[in-house]
């Protein structure tokens, strides 16, 4: 883990710090390495590390972490939970330590149309200018997209005393959904994002109407950076092609992948670059609906396990499509759990994958 320099800490009076401990624990279980003492607990990862230990009538919370970024996500999700997990006991969560004096998300940025024009049939590219491009560099290919109500003056998230976000709520609630950025040009200050135009849902509604000057909020990167491997498998259906795509590019020229993509018909195939070694098959659902067919589970399994000592595969496409790829690599293949990243980018009959995504 990389050097844990930023540190918070907060002392949160409350009826039952054993309990809020337990529970704690129990929820960052699936994110952290806990390890329990004498005292309370560690939790360790990514992200940093966090200590809790509870003396009578208080939980002492110390956060360390090796960014700016990743301190304010772990205060922000602890001080989240708490509230949750105290079930309607008022709390006071007052950090101290390496934060900023005015509190503000770090990884928030605003973007404003410069242009949109459709590259395929039912995929549209916005250009979005950003003063910040570098910030996008690292960390992740996608971002959040905060999209504002039509016609009025964005309010974008602010940041309580506690560092949880605050939503704009009513007529300012914004809809945000989850797009990757396709390409970056640091000179012209531009980020790319294609959007699948898929009907008047408020995703593709924005991208269709995106006129210059049309401002939006962005949040991220996220997702990790690209795994280094020798082979690539790279599947998705139209909803990961942007990402593929970027992949590809990406890809030093030592590198081999197999490249499989899913989309309606032939129209609607792009240009995929890359220094590496690739083969791109695509297929055609034709007349069935998209996330209703197994062609991508069908095109895996007709591929040898791959014998390369390196090899890394991605995946993204709707969620059912997605379970049956993950169960499939993980049984079949036996890929480890670090060599594959399989996605569900979204879920059929269901709006804002974030609620439902794995
Ligand atoms: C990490 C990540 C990266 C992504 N990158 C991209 C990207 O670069 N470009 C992109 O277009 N999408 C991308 N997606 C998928 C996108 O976030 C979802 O498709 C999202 O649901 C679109 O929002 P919406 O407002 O159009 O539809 P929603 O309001 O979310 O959904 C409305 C209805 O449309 C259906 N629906 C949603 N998406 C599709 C689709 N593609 N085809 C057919 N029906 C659909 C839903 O099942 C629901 O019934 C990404 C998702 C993730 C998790």
Request: net charge negative.
């Amino acid at each position: 883990m990389a050097e844990l320099e930023l540190r918070a800490d907060a002392h949160v009076a409350m009826r039952d710090p054993n309990a809020m401990l337990e529970r704690l624990c129990a929820h960052f279980v699936e994110h952290f390495t806990v390890t329990r003492h004498d005292n309370g607990a560690r939790l360790e990862g990514h992200f940093g590390a966090v200590d809790l230990c509870s003396p009578d009538g208080v939980l002492d919370i110390a956060v360390t972490s090796p960014s700016e970024t990743y301190l304010f996500v772990v205060t922000s999700s602890v001080a989240e939970h708490l509230h949750e997990f105290a079930e309607g006991e008022p709390l006071e969560v007052s950090w101290r330590g390496s934060l900023p004096q005015q509190p503000r998300i770090p990884y928030f940025r605003e973007a404003v149309v410069r242009s949109a024009h459709d590259i395929t049939p039912a995929m549209r590219r916005v250009i979005l200018t950003c003063e910040d491009t570098a910030h996008f560099e690292s960390g992740g290919l996608h971002v959040s997209v905060l999209i504002p109500p039509p016609g009025r003056m964005p309010i974008w998230p602010g940041v309580g005393p506690d560092n949880r976000v605050i939503w704009p709520s009513g007529a300012d609630e914004l809809v945000r959904r989850i797009y990757t950025i396709r390409s970056i040009d640091h000179q012209r200050q531009e980020l790319a994002v294609d959007v699948v135009l898929h009907d008047s849902s408020p995703g593709s509604t924005w991208a269709r109407n995106a006129r210059s000057g049309d401002r939006v909020g962005l949040l991220g990167p996220g997702g990790g950076d690209i795994v280094a491997a020798d082979w690539y498998l790279l599947c998705g259906d139209e909803t990961a092609l942007p990402a593929i795509a970027r992949i590809a590019a990406e890809l030093p020229a030592t590198a081999r992948a197999a490249i499989i993509l899913e989309v309606a018909e032939d129209s609607e195939r792009q240009d995929i670059k890359s220094n590496a070694a690739i083969d791109v098959t695509w297929l055609h659902r034709g007349d069935a609906p998209a996330g209703t067919t197994d062609l991508l589970l069908e095109a895996i399994k007709a591929i040898t396990t791959p014998e390369e000592r390196n090899p890394f595969v991605f995946v993204g496409c709707e969620r059912a499509a997605a379970r049956a790829i993950r169960k499939h690599l993980r049984s079949e293949w036996r890929l480890p759990k670090d060599r594959h990243l399989v996605a569900a980018y979204w879920r059929l009959g269901h709006a804002d994958v974030r609620d439902h995504g794995d």
